[in-house]
């Protein structure tokens, strides 16, 4: 093996010698064409082993970045739970894209006004929307008209967990559990209501007084937070409400929850029965969220997108923030996460259905 100049290396020719091969640059003039097209294939070799021993450098340049600052869409107010998780994820993204990520609230139409935000917006990664089972499950059986269309014209990007939906009322209902809830509603038909937020609040009081065998009265708002302050008010009665927005007044005794809406307890409330267990046998909602963007995103562009967002979601210190606020956080792949979209549109679509729900 001989050295040349700049210090690369190459083996010595058949017959040569060390001495040989370092002779002057006159002496072994006469083999400058041979000693050129070496030169071109030790280059060559460089580069080629330069590119098999980087290839992490080289995954990393390709990796999409945003190139401005990037705008999440929330379908609820400030102060949901579907703004609180939000806010969780922008930070972490903004963390690891080094770019702004704006949080922006388009409350309304049980989240509609937010997803035909992001429909319409261009599909360059800039527009995104923290989604959940509201405009992307029980939407296409909720609303008579429908200006988006939950499949086509989204590219789901990654599922980040589930909801801990409770049944709660206000510290001045006089009842302690869901038995008393449904004998006070039963001496006064049509005179216990509910109030809904979403979605979720909507199907889930519905499915409580079928499956309870009552009669009450529905209160819609255009989001949890207002919701939220009649019934502590004692305007109404109670409400299905996520954890993530009520557990502040859970804990400060302004809301009374009386059962979970998922079959199984949650690991954040191991002591309240689920309504199931409660008597309202065979009760079970499962409320979700996850990222999406516009349809028409280029393909490694979400992948880029899911492979982030999965990396900054499986930390340890973002996992206790979310347990914090009662959200159990969980991740999967886009192409996951868009067939689920399509089974979660038929399982919300049956449960309005048996709940005997009309579009609105």
Do not use: C
């Given at each position: 093996m001989s050295i040349m100049p700049g210090g690369i290396s190459r083996p010595y020719r058949a017959g040569e010698t060390m001495d040989s091969a370092s002779t002057p640059r006159d002496a072994r003039s006469k083999?400058?064409?041979?000693?050129?097209?070496?030169?071109?294939?030790?280059?060559?070799?460089?580069?080629?082993?330069?590119?098999?021993?980087?290839?992490?450098?080289?995954?990393?340049?390709?990796?999409?970045?945003?190139?401005?600052?990037?705008?999440?869409?929330?379908?609820?107010?400030?102060?949901?739970?579907?703004?609180?998780?939000?806010?969780?994820?922008?930070?972490?993204?903004?963390?690891?894209?080094?770019?702004?990520?704006?949080?922006?609230?388009?409350?309304?139409?049980?989240?509609?006004?937010?997803?035909?935000?992001?429909?319409?917006?261009?599909?360059?990664?800039?527009?995104?929307?923290?989604?959940?089972?509201?405009?992307?499950?029980?939407?296409?059986?909720?609303?008579?008209?429908?200006?988006?269309?939950?499949?086509?014209?989204?590219?789901?990007?990654?599922?980040?967990?589930?909801?801990?939906?409770?049944?709660?009322?206000?510290?001045?209902?006089?009842?302690?559990?869901l038995a008393g809830f449904l004998a006070m509603a039963l001496a006064g038909p049509g005179q216990v209501s509910y109030a809904s937020g979403n979605g979720t609040g909507i199907l889930a009081g519905a499915t409580i007084a079928r499956l309870g065998g009552v009669d009450l009265l529905h209160v819609p708002y255009r989001s949890t937070p207002p919701a939220m302050v009649d019934v502590i008010g004692g305007r109404v009665t109670g409400m299905v409400v996520d954890l993530s927005s009520a557990w502040a007044n859970i804990r400060a005794g302004k809301l009374r929850p009386l059962g979970q809406t998922t079959r199984a307890r949650s690991r954040l409330l191991p002591d309240l029965p689920s309504l199931h267990e409660a008597g309202l046998d065979g009760f079970n909602i499962i409320s979700w969220a996850g990222l999406i963007g516009p349809a028409r995103m280029p393909p490694e562009m979400v992948a880029s997108i899911n492979a982030v967002a999965r990396r900054v979601w499986d930390r340890p210190e973002t996992s206790a923030r979310l347990d914090a606020i009662g959200f159990e956080a969980g991740v999967s792949g886009a192409v996951e996460f868009g067939r689920f979209i399509q089974d979660e549109i038929t399982t919300w679509g049956q449960l309005a259905r048996a709940a005997g729900i009309e579009p609105e």
């Open positions: 083999n400058a064409p041979e000693d050129a097209m070496s030169t071109k294939r030790r280059a060559l070799l460089v580069a080629a082993a330069a590119t098999i021993a980087a290839p992490k450098t080289l995954l990393a340049q390709s990796e999409w970045r945003p190139s401005r600052p990037v705008q999440l869409l929330v379908p609820f107010a400030a102060g949901s739970g579907t703004d609180a998780i939000s806010r969780i994820m922008a930070s972490a993204l903004e963390e690891a894209w080094g770019q702004r990520v704006v949080v922006d609230n388009r409350a309304g139409a049980n989240g509609a006004i937010a997803a035909v935000a992001t429909a319409r917006a261009a599909p360059d990664g800039h527009t995104l929307m923290m989604t959940t089972n509201t405009p992307h499950g029980a939407n296409p059986t909720l609303m008579r008209q429908l200006d988006y269309d939950p499949i086509s014209d989204f590219s789901p990007i990654m599922k980040t967990g589930n909801y801990i939906f409770v049944f709660a009322v206000g510290e001045t209902v006089p009842v302690t559990d």
